[in-house]
T-cell receptor, first 113, second 111 residues
Framework: EAQVTQNPRYLITVTGKKLTVTCSQN?????MSWYRQDPGLGLRQIYY???????DKGDVPEGYKVSRKEKRNFPLILESPSPNQTSLYFC????????????FGPGTRLTVT | GENVEQHPSTLSVQEGDSAVIKCTYS??????FPWYKQELGKRPQLIID?????GEKKDQRIAVTLNKTAKHFSLHITETQPEDSAVYFC??????????FGKGTKLSVIP
């Protein structure tokens, strides 16, 4: 089954404790992206990757890191989480950006206290 | 900065009526405009998209129109049904490899 998976689905953590949210896709997609969703703000892009070893900042990259060592995986790293990073996070992938809709993962609800 | 504006933020329609959601974008070079539907508690899912060389695209009860000169595009849902109730997001490629979303429209279809 073609899918994008994320783990964990829910996470409650404390300020400053490093965490990683994993994302994996099995569709051989080149383009992968992370978004955060906050009430009234829609979906905002954090980072994206055009292909292996190619990543770039989206609209709200501050406080986040990513890596793309393998085509299928695109983890999101919060080195020192803060309460303003409490949000719903979605990973997405697509064959390319132009002309192909993104497949979204199920989402990770993160709470930073 | 580059952005996508979406209106209205909420929309209520009677079952069977039509619903229209409009988006405007800032980058005249944008060439791909997808629409996503997000049901409560679920992930966004692509419902229809349009490229800049096409003015209109239809898929059963949904259609998207694009006016490149005016830099706006719209989603049209006809014969609305309760299962159309959801949040709808428009999006556009504003910078070369970035997809920027509107803030969403919460559509409620009243039976």
């Amino acid at each position: 089954e073609a899918q994008v998976t994320q783990n964990p689905r829910y996470l409650i953590t404390v300020t400053g404790k490093k965490l990683t949210v994993t994302c994996s896709q099995n569709m051989n997609h080149e383009y992968m992206s992370w978004y955060r969703q906050d009430p009234g703000l829609g979906l905002r892009q954090i980072y994206y990757s055009m292909n292996v070893e190619v990543t770039d900042k989206g609209d709200v990259p501050e406080g986040y890191k990513v890596s793309r060592k393998e085509k299928r995986n695109f983890p999101l790293i919060l080195e020192s989480p803060s309460p303003n990073q409490t949000s719903l996070y979605f990973c997405a992938s697509s064959l390319s950006l132009l002309g192909h809709g993104q497949y979204f993962g199920p989402g990770t609800r993160l709470t930073v206290t | 900065g580059e952005n996508v504006e979406q209106h209205p933020s909420t929309l209520s329609v009677q079952e069977g009526d039509s619903a229209v959601i409009k988006c405007t974008y800032s980058d005249s070079a944008s060439n791909y405009f997808p629409w996503y539907k997000q049901e409560l508690g679920k992930r966004p899912q692509l419902i229809i998209d349009i490229r800049s060389n096409v003015g209109e695209k239809k898929d059963q009860r949904i259609a998207v129109t694009l006016n490149k000169t005016a830099k706006h595009f719209s989603l049209h849902i006809t014969e609305t049904q309760p299962e159309d109730s959801a949040v709808y997001f428009c999006a556009a490629i504003l910078l070369e490899y970035q997809l920027t979303f509107g803030k969403g429209t919460k559509l409620s279809v009243i039976p």
